[in-house]
């Protein structure tokens, strides 16, 4: 299980559950939600690091984008 917080930037971080939000992650994180499974990505840096986390305004929109598209 892994607990799911985000922030005011909309900063998206993943923690196992039970542990606390890492001290070096300054910041005003609220919980989320609780989730059960999680892609092999986030279970590595999870592994690795302690925790997983990614900016979600960063992210590239997908469907219905007009741009390239003639009239």
Known sequence: MYDVYVNDR??????????SIPLDLNGSWRKKRAVRSVSARIRKDVCEQG?????LTARPRLGNSSAGKPY
């Not at 925790?51 to 900016?55: G, N, T, W």
């Open 51 to 55: 925790y997983h986390r990614r900016d």
């Open 10 to 19: 909309n900063d998206l971080l993943v923690v196992p559950r039970d542990r």
